[in-house]
């Protein structure tokens, strides 16, 4: 196959971009080569439903099924790989960049003979944004919907290759589908590796078709090499981020929020939500994204945030007309979203998953449940499966979103005024508390943790740490990486407000949520911005300051009063009888429990309860950032101020490491 003929065909001219193509092509050995711009999705969804890898839904969808052995992103066989040792942390499960690119090319070798490799050029990030230069990236991939999945998460067109000078001026995300039934998947001999070498700007994924595991603009890219290029070239943060916006019609102020979340945490419900009915008419919410969101400091000092994503794929499971009527929206008729792994009706061809209504669908004819089997022929042992699989998705562009801001692609980004943090717990944290103190709101993020949500790991009610919601997609050590949080928050002369929030509380006695959730989350979103504006004062604890009741926002909620009392105090005690058998502290530590090899900790909040006086966590942090010398690797901007690194060597036991890195790197301290 004469590969230069396609590329001169499609007008693909920038010599870089060829020269990475015919290299791949020649490894690959693919049948075919086509060149894919966002316009050619309707003729690849005529093609895919012709092929019968997509079929059509009642609401002008498309349903596909990945292979039952590939279901879900695989953090183990995951790896980011660089050439320095020294970029080893706890989470990135780093290797040498040499060993894991010889390991992938020979798998990669041959494995695309007899299919079609599409060549998908992406950007991800509005056109014009200054960080559209760690933004461009060109996908390798051998399987259809992973292209029209792309179309619908990044922006896809040749245009975004055009003016590209230096060779690594776009990233390199090559995507091999493998023979995904023969890889050993979950064994001892399991082939499937997907790897980001981060300082060559290069994403080899070998063995999956499905999501972050294929879709490489998302994950691999807008997260693992997007956050290294943030820290090597000390210019920004890429964050597993929601971000909203909130207008107030009376005053015509408006603010932005964002914040991570484990999953399971409700990250995607809140970055879609809704005012509650009763405060519709004052307060106007409008949607950024839902799960990645780059930050960086403006030329005014302030810091600023965009999405970098052009979709949502978004997970299926409990999406309902109370849960979530805005990502209903999304999805619905007209939208042209991709639905993977639902229930499928080939009757009706309706979808379902669970949550989706109360009940299944009365009727099982012509249901087929995720992997294709139809439910009514379900053995008996069977019968009660989940038709649709957990992590089932769909995936919708961000123009489908109703509330989806007008500025939402502004190159500028738009300024950030609040960082918030929060997981599922039920008795740890209550409904918010604000951090107005930077280097505690960067702590309380580096220290965050869910109640672990599989019953399997015998974990139930433990907190899964889960550093900024970023676990798993950690590209740099640790360490470096509270160094960089503080080092760019530090250079923001109008500061965000940090809070942790916490939507999950329950009563001890009988387990029932204390607080309502879904749309009234907003009143505490609406009380922590009236802080930050002065408006109330709050409660003062030793770990942030608590709303008072007064100052919530409660018109049209219905509450008990003794509920929120609980939902706004803090028990102490507790967290101190619980800091004493948990142990828990910055990951690497060696008091850090390990159970089947996942480090896990307390929360902040039980650990300042426990030892106000010393700050554990804070030094630990301080200890990686001084012991690690970092090697001039060129183009990084590792500088760190010499009396810093002597301060954090020196430090006595109390002395707390982000407190004086924080105060070294300029930060003022307080919003
Ligand atoms: C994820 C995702 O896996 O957003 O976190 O897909
Ligand atoms: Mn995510």
Redesign the pocket.
Same mark, same amino acid.
């Given at each position: 196959m004469d590969v230069d003929a396609v590329l001169d065909e499609a007008g693909v001219r920038n010599a870089h971009v060829r020269e990475y193509v015919r290299h791949w092509a020649h490894v690959t050995r693919p049948d075919r080569i086509e060149v894919v711009s966002a316009a050619d999705d309707a003729r690849l969804i005529r093609e895919s439903l012709a092929a019968g890898e997509i079929l059509p839904t009642s609401d002008g969808g498309y349903y596909a099924r990945s292979h039952r052995k590939d279901t879900? +992103?695989s953090e183990e066989r995951t790896v980011v790989a660089t050439s320095d040792p020294a970029d080893k942390g706890v989470y990135n499960n780093w290797r040498p960049a040499a060993e894991m690119t010889a390991t992938v090319t020979g798998l990669m070798r041959g494995a695309s003979v007899g299919k079609t490799m599409y060549v998908v050029p992406y950007l991800m990030a509005p056109p014009g944004s200054p960080l559209a230069r760690y933004a461009v990236g060109v996908e390798l991939t051998d399987h259809r919907t992973v292209a029209l999945h792309m179309i619908r998460m990044a922006r896809v067109g040749i245009e975004h290759i055009d003016g590209l000078g230096e060779p690594a001026g776009f990233v390199r995300a090559v995507h091999v589908t493998g023979d995904l039934e023969n890889l050993g998947q979950g064994t001892a001999h399991d082939r499937r590796h997907f790897v980001t070498v981060a300082d060559e700007r290069t994403i080899l994924h070998y063995g999956s078709s499905y #999501? #972050?595991n294929a879709l490489l603009g998302? !994950?691999a890219h807008g997260l693992r090499q997007a956050s290294y290029d943030g820290w090597a070239s000390g210019a920004f943060l890429a964050e597993?981020f929601m971000l909203l916006g909130i207008t107030d019609r009376q005053t015509g102020r408006k603010h932005h929020i964002c914040g991570g979340f484990p999953?399971a945490s409700g990250k995607t419900n809140l970055a879609m939500t809704l005012a509650p009915d009763a405060l519709g008419d004052r307060y106007h919410v409008e949607f950024y994204g839902d799960? !990645?969101t780059w930050l960086w400091v403006g030329d005014d000092g302030r810091l600023y945030g965009m999405n970098p994503e052009f979709g949502v /794929?978004g997970?299926a499971k409990d999406t309902n007309a109370a849960t979530n009527p805005t990502a209903l929206a999304a999805i619905g008729p007209g939208t042209e979203t991709l639905f993977t792994n639902v229930a499928y009706n080939t009757k009706t061809s309706e979808v379902w998953w669970e949550g989706k209504t109360e009940q299944p669908p009365a009727d099982l004819d012509g249901w087929l449940d995720w992997t294709g089997e139809p439910v009514a022929e379900r053995s008996p042992e069977r019968r009660g499966d989940p038709w649709a699989h957990p992590n089932s +998705?769909f995936t919708t562009t961000l123009s489908n979103v109703p509330n989806l801001a007008a500025d939402y692609a502004a190159p500028s980004g738009v300024p950030i005024d609040a960082i918030i943090f929060g997981g599922r717990t039920r008795d740890r944290e209550p409904l918010i508390r604000a951090i107005t103190d930077v280097a505690e709101g960067v702590y309380d993020g580096l220290t965050l943790g869910a109640e672990a949500t599989f019953a399997a790991e015998g974990v139930d009610g433990m907190l899964r740490y889960d550093p900024m919601s970023m676990r798993? /997609?950690m590209s740099y050590p640790e360490g470096r990486y509270a160094e960089h949080w503080l080092r760019i928050i530090g250079q923001v002369t109008e500061k965000p407000i940090f809070a942790h929030v916490n939507w999950f509380q329950r009563d001890p006695e009988d387990g029932r949520f204390l607080w309502p959730g879904y749309r009234d989350n907003l009143r505490a979103l609406l009380w922590l911005m009236r802080l930050r504006d002065g408006e109330v004062r709050g409660v003062p604890s030793p770990v942030g300051v608590l709303p008072a009741k007064s100052e919530l926002l409660l018109d049209g909620l219905r509450i008990d009063e003794a509920d929120l009392d609980r939902l706004l105090t803090i028990d102490l005690s507790a967290g101190v009888r619980r800091s004493i058998s948990a142990r828990g502290t910055w990951p690497g530590s060696k008091v850090c429990p390990r159970r089947s090899g996942r480090p896990t900790t307390a929360s902040p909040l039980t650990w300042k309860a426990a030892r106000p006086d010393r700050k554990v966590g804070h030094r630990r942090v301080a200890a990686e950032v001084a012991a690690r010398r970092p090697p001039g690797t060129e183009g990084r901007d590792r500088r760190q101020p010499s009396n810093l690194r002597e301060r954090a060597r020196r430090a006595p036991v109390a002395a707390s490491a982000v407190r004086s890195a924080s105060s070294s790197a300029g930060i003022l301290g307080r919003w």
């Open positions: 879900a +992103r #999501g #972050g998302k !994950i597993q999953s799960d !990645i /794929f997970v +998705r798993p /997609f």
